[in-house]
């Protein structure tokens, strides 16, 4: 292989120095930089590959990670987060239910009490006023007695005195009693 | 390009005729060349700058795109470039 | 001689004689040589440094390599070829590195010669990236891949006869080209410019009328450096970007 490549070299170096003796062009490629070229390159580019960029890519996937699992955890922790908010907020929402149904109980329990109050109240009310309606009856009744019995015995001596004699008083006392009543019922 | 060439031929050994010939051909050629690829690569950049206007967040693509564009347009310029070292150093 | 300008010959500007081994032999070890080398050996260090430093946020060496590795991956692959193209990054990021650093000694002092100048090693790296391309497609789509890379679907059969040569030369023979002749002629014709004004500064630092020129011409040198330093950025970007489109498109087949 060595040998091939240094019998074409010699050939193309002959040739170009042949033609170099008549025309120098600086366009055309020289065989010993193109050689230098293509070792220099092909060096460079096994270091690149096998030494030189594999700790950069290296670096990239780790800062790649640690930026995914940095942004991994950011989000856990923003899910936990939300997920403590609504479980403070449940518990704030049970507080308050819990607080409007002790308001409400205590609520009824004030109605109950004082609509039994208020039932007490009238009761006694109503026991007051029948007592009292039965004092006034029966105190009606024991004035218009008296009353009856004592028109009749004012009336009976009224007209024992203007008669001058002695009437059958049980008649008149009927009389009487019937008069009494019949103005007793005109009041 | 014919004043250079005068005052090469006074300066010249009569020999380099063919040279100053050469060297006439080669300003022409390259003069020649660069005619197309100018405009060529300003109304592409030109175009390029609209669209970069118009739409900023593509300006990357269009940028990228610009300077392959710029590379093949130039390419014919340099290949007239070439032509005028060979017409004048060959 | 220009009005002057005491001009180099081209030969000068970018033929370097050999530091050891005999002239025109095939192991000859020049200027462009010892660019590559030290190229091979600026990126072992950078990124053995980078391994140095621990931790999860980077600072300083490590920092710059792994923004490069995260932009090649990032705003090249997943951009061309998609998500399953990670391995061929170590492919790339070595293209993008060995580029951008034999293209950055353009600029640095005491070189000034762009390593990429020469035709030797973009021919080199598009011949390689011609192969690997070719090999990824062999690898993930079989032999149909020669057919499926000349023939684009949905095309008539007797336009085949047009489309299939028109195909095979941009795909298999003009790709490489423009690969070597872009990046080549790009960092050549950037050579030559500062070359021009440099030896322009040079001439005007006399004692005639002309050195009031200078300073504007000085400016220019170190403008055009910095604008170097740009393209030399850009043309590792476009090379590295393009091999990722062909393996891209050699790896999916069009449908």
């Known amino acids: 292989m060595l040998a091939l490549i240094t019998v074409l070299a010699e050939t193309a170096s002959t040739d170009v120095a042949n033609a170099t003796k008549e025309v120098k062009n600086p366009i055309l490629p020289t065989l010993n930089e193109m050689f230098w070229a293509l070792v220099v390159f092909v060096l460079l580019w096994a270091l690149m590959k096998y030494v030189l960029l594999p700790p950069i890519m290296k670096t990239f996937q780790e800062r790649a990670d640690k930026v995914r699992d940095d942004l991994e955890a950011a989000e856990a ?30 609520r009824s329990e004030g109605d109950a009490e004082r609509r039994t109050q208020i039932t007490a109240a009238e009761a006694e009310v109503a026991a007051a006023k029948a007592e009292a309606a039965a004092e006034i009856a029966q105190a009606k009744a024991a004035a218009r007695a008296e009353l009856s019995g004592s028109i009749a015995d004012i009336a009976v001596g009224a007209a024992e005195a203007v008669v001058q004699k002695p009437l059958d008083r049980a008649a008149q006392g009927q009389l009487v009693e019937d008069y009494v009543n019949r103005a007793g019922s005109q009041n | 390009m ?43 950049v030109g175009q390029s700058v609209q669209a970069m206007a118009r739409q900023p967040e593509a300006a990357g693509m269009v940028r990228t795109t610009m300077f392959l564009g710029i590379a093949f347009t130039e390419a014919l310029a340099l290949i007239g470039f070439v032509v005028f070292i060979l017409l004048k150093f060959v | 001689m220009i009005f002057g300008l005491e001009f180099p010959p081209i030969e000068n500007l970018v033929e370097w004689p050999n530091l050891f081994g005999p002239k025109d032999s095939w192991y000859g070890f020049n200027k462009i040589a010892l660019i590559n080398v030290i190229a091979l050996v600026a990126t072992t260090v950078i990124f053995l440094l980078a391994r140095r430093s621990k931790g999860l946020v980077p600072h300083g060496v490590r920092n710059l390599v792994e923004s490069s590795v995260a932009f090649i991956r990032d705003g090249i692959i997943n951009e061309t070829i998609g998500p399953d193209g990670l391995r061929y990054l170590p492919f790339l990021v070595s293209l993008f590195f060995f580029i951008l650093i034999t293209n950055l000694f353009e600029v640095i002092p005491f070189f000034h010669m762009p390593g990429n100048a020469r035709m030797a090693g973009p ?31 949905g095309v008539p059969w007797p336009l085949l006869f047009v489309v299939v040569p028109i195909e095979f030369l941009s795909t298999f023979i003009v790709r490489p080209f423009s690969l070597a002749v872009r990046l080549f002629a790009n960092m050549l014709a950037g050579h030559i410019l500062l070359v021009t004004f440099t030896v322009l500064c040079i001439t005007l630092f006399s004692a005639t009328l002309l050195i009031i020129v200078l300073p504007f011409s000085f400016a220019m040198l170190v403008a055009l450096t910095g604008f170097e330093i740009m393209v030399a950025f850009l043309q590792a970007y476009i090379f590295t970007i393009l091999a990722a489109v062909y393996i891209g498109s050699s790896i999916h087949a069009e449908h």
């Open chain 1, 77 to 106: 922790a923003e899910t936990a987060r939300v997920t403590k908010l609504e479980q403070y907020e449940a518990e704030l929402a049970g507080a308050r239910a819990e607080a409007v149904a002790l308001i409400e109980q205590a």
């Open chain 2, 2 to 44: 014919s004043i250079l060439a005068q005052i090469a031929a006074d300066q010249l050994p009569a020999a380099d005729q063919k040279s100053i010939a050469a060297a006439g051909q080669a300003g022409l050629a390259y003069g020649l060349a660069t005619l197309g690829p100018g405009i060529g690569i300003g109304y592409l």
């Open chain 3, 123 to 153: 021919a080199v790296l598009a011949l390689i990236t011609w192969l690997f391309f070719i090999c990824a497609g062999l690898k993930a789509q079989g032999p149909k891949y020669f057919w499926s890379a000349v023939a684009p679907p």
